[in-house]
């Protein structure tokens, strides 16, 4: 297997640099449209996983817009990425590379967390926190929806 095995891991690495839940959640929602993911992923089939996923995604999308909300590279703000894109890493690598899959995601996402706050934050100077964070929430909820779609697949397949 090659690197490109495991780009939809580095992609969702990607998703949580911006958005620490959103990969989880996405493929919650997936699991629930029963579509299943390349690596093995027990953690999501239990539903209170599941659903604990979902909501904490959309908690984030609402959290995010508080003025008290803190960087995305604070302590725990990039263990949640670690965690978050881990656990989709895995998911998304082909099966038996689950732990590469992991790796590969936590290395995109912590670094990129950095930057997508740097961006962030001269987003907020022109347009405002609540406008500049709703259009990063469009473009990384497309994204990892996006991502997720197409790289899982049917259960029954």
Same mark, same amino acid.
């Given at each position: 297997m090659n690197m490109r095995s495991l780009l939809s891991s580095a992609l969702?690495?990607?998703? +949580?640099?911006? @958005?620490?839940?959103?990969?989880?959640?996405t493929i919650a929602a997936a699991r629930l449209?029963? @579509?299943?993911?390349?690596?093995?992923?027990v953690l999501l089939d239990r539903p209170l996983f599941t659903y604990g996923a979902l909501a904490m995604g959309v908690g984030e999308l609402f959290g995010d817009k508080m003025k008290t909300a803190p960087d995305r590279t604070v302590f725990l703000g990039l263990l949640a990425r670690v965690?978050? +894109?881990?656990?989709?890493?895995?998911?998304?690598?082909?099966r038996g590379r689950e732990g590469a899959?992991?790796?590969?995601?936590? +290395?995109?996402?912590?670094?990129?967390?950095y930057c997508t706050l740097a961006v962030r934050k001269q987003a907020m100077a022109r347009?405002?926190?609540? @406008?500049?964070?709703?259009?990063?929430?469009?473009?990384?909820?497309?994204?990892?929806?996006?991502?997720v779609a197409l790289a899982t697949r049917p259960?029954?397949?």
């Open positions: 969702i690495g990607a998703v +949580a640099s911006a @958005r620490s839940m959103t990969p989880m959640a449209a029963g @579509r299943g993911t390349p690596g093995q992923l965690m978050s +894109a881990g656990i989709a890493g895995a998911a998304l690598a082909p899959g992991a790796a590969v995601a936590v +290395a995109t996402a912590v670094p990129l967390a347009i405002g926190q609540t @406008r500049s964070g709703l259009i990063e929430d469009a473009l990384i909820v497309a994204a990892g929806a996006a991502l259960k029954y397949d």
